[in-house]
């Protein structure tokens, strides 16, 4: 079992900067490729970032290529999403998520077994 809570959203302006962190409890995070997915109001679940097991690998959707950053310290068992030049496209629910036994990384939802809460971030003009 693995357990994801993200933290670190919240009201920013454009152009603005936030990170966002996810801890995982449970066994064997270090195994497994992780990703951010964010869900804007009346829109289906995104992929925005993923990452490697070992954080050599990332992948990002083009619309964050250049302003996000996705990085994961296993020592920590925690994942970060550092955005910067945010828009206010940005603007979603954002959530952190863990495949299960597999080290690839993947821009499907249904690839992905646990998933944290959510955490909102709000970006103005």
């Known amino acids: 079992q693995v357990r994801l809570v993200e933290s670190g959203g919240g009201l920013v302006q454009a152009g603005d900067s936030l990170t966002l962190s996810c801890e995982a409890s449970g066994r064997m995070f270090s195994t497994n490729a992780m990703g951010w997915f964010r869900q804007a109001p009346g829109k289906e679940r995104m992929f925005v970032a993923a990452?490697?097991?070992?954080?050599?690998?990332?992948y990002y959707t083009d619309s964050v290529k250049g302003r996000f950053t996705i990085d994961r310290d296993n020592a920590k068992n925690t994942l970060y999403l550092q955005m910067q030049r945010l828009k206010t496209e940005d603007t979603a629910v954002y959530y952190c998520a863990a495949r299960w036994g597999s080290a690839v990384p993947s821009n499907r939802t249904d690839e992905y077994m646990y998933w944290g809460q959510g955490t909102q971030v709000t970006v103005s003009s």
């Open positions: 990452i490697t097991w070992n954080g050599r690998s990332s």
